[in-house]
Nanobody
Framework: QVQLMESGGGSVQAGGSLRLSCTAS????????MAWFRQPPGKKREGVAA?????????FYSESVKGRFTISRDSATNTVYLEMNSLNVDDSAMYYC????????????????WGEGTQVTVSS
């Protein structure tokens, strides 16, 4: 079983930046497809970014964050990051880290392991 713990959320003004971290235990971020999802209050959860396993490291982004968010991973610390720039109020949400061991990666596949989330609030 992979356990995931998110950190780095907080409050920021529009136009600002935040970096979220997801530290994994019980499994390697290098052998799993890793992703970030978010869920604003009263809305459905949506995929934000994903990164493939192994040497592929192909990133996937939703259209709403493409060009502003960057997903990366550090095998040495077993951590996945989400660098978020040019934040706007629509980015306010609970952000969740997720992992998938099965083949296939992206924002439309099913993830088996989830963290408890970290809150991001963007004010205008």
């Amino acid at each position: 079983q992979v356990q995931l713990m998110e950190s780095g959320g907080g409050s920021v003004q529009a136009g600002g930046s935040l970096r979220l971290s997801c530290t994994a235990s019980g499994g390697s971020v290098s052998t799993h497809c890793m992703a970030w999802f978010r869920q604003p209050p009263g809305k459905k959860r949506e995929g934000v970014a994903a990164i493939d396993s192994g040497s592929r490291q192909w990133p996937f982004y939703s259209e709403s964050v493409k060009g502003r968010f960057t997903i990366s991973r550090d095998s040495a610390t077993n951590t996945v990051y989400l660098e978020m720039n040019s934040l706007n109020v629509d980015d306010s949400a609970m952000y969740y880290c997720a992992a998938r061991r099965d083949s296939g990666c992206g924002l439309m596949v099913t993830y088996s392991f989830w963290g408890e989330g970290t809150q991001v609030t963007v004010s205008s």
